[in-house]
């Protein structure tokens, strides 16, 4: 599922140790009913930020057939099918597919799977397929990209949305201030190179539940989508929409928000099948 929460404080693991991990370990599902609980506030950045982006963008329309990938318990994927949109939407969570279905979504088939093998999407049926805040959970990208590629009409589209791989590195960035410029500023520690890190999936209680949360620099993405038949078409930067409260940081903190984005989107389109 989307890794729509993360913490910077997480520990190191390495790749090689993780392969050896059974894929239930990026399962959100321990935290199905937080998560669902979570995503049900007004004031999250799912709801505020992503959401009216990704419509404004998509424009889902009646007719469309969209897959959304690493649904979770359906946030997205729910208001896809309102707009008109005809959606299959799956996870690897059977915890989250069971709240999902019993919203009964208007438009929405909800399937619990994972997102490289979906034998149940039939060969170039899908107008557009999305993976929102969920492929840093995911190790086999190419592999998911291949499948979406498989499902896709000729010229159909794909479109992610990241935690900004330059800017929100786990273990690798955090927020500092320069006391002296009075600024405050994202301090980077590394980014080309790709990582693994175990996070706690529901921060502030239960620590031994963990997912693991893969960073890969944005030319990881653009290499991906070559490989597997993709021309990007569009890409836009996110910033927060949120201010502090009154306080004698509150103006450069604002200014930060405004300049260092939080999110990145990446749109392809499937390359012409001859």
């Given amino acids: 599922m989307a890794a729509r929460v993360l913490r910077e404080d997480l520990v190191r693991v390495r790749i090689p140790a993780l392969r050896q991990m059974k894929r239930k370990v990026t399962s959100w599902g321990k935290v199905a009913g937080w998560y669902d609980e979570l995503l049900g506030k007004e004031r999250t950045y799912q709801r505020e930020l992503i959401l009216p982006n990704l419509i404004r963008i998509l424009s889902p329309k ?10 979770g318990q359906g946030f997205f994927s729910r208001a896809f099918g309102e707009a008109g949109a005809q959606v299959t939407a799956v996870d ?3 915890e989250l597919i069971a709240i999902a279905k019993k919203r009964k979504d208007r438009g929405v088939e909800y399937h619990a799977s994972p997102a490289d093998a979906m034998p149940f999407v039939h060969d170039a049926s899908v107008d557009m397929v999305t993976i929102v805040l969920a492929l840093q959970n995911i190790e086999n990208v190419l592999g998911v990209f291949k499948e979406s590629a498989r499902v896709l009409k000729s010229g159909g589209r794909f479109a992610i949305v990241l935690n900004h791989p330059a800017f929100r590195i786990p273990k690798r960035s955090s927020w500092e201030w320069d006391d002296a410029k009075k600024i405050q500023y994202r301090r980077i520690e590394g980014y080309l190179g790709e990582s693994v890190e175990r996070i706690q999936m529901h921060p502030g209680q239960n620590p031994e539940d963990q997912t693991v949360s893969f960073h890969r620099p944005i030319q990881f993405y653009a290499k991906a989508f070559q490989k597997t038949g993709f021309l990007i078409s569009r890409i836009e930067e996110w910033n927060s929409n949120r201010k502090s409260e009154p306080g004698p940081r509150a103006k450069a903190e604002d200014i930060a928000r405004r300049e260092i984005p939080l999110f990145f989107f990446i ?5 012409p099948r001859s």
């Fill in 62 to 71: 009646k007719g469309e057939i969209f897959l959304d990938i690493a649904c």
């Fill in 92 to 94: 690897i969570s059977l």
């Fill in 267 to 271: 749109e392809a389109r499937r390359h």
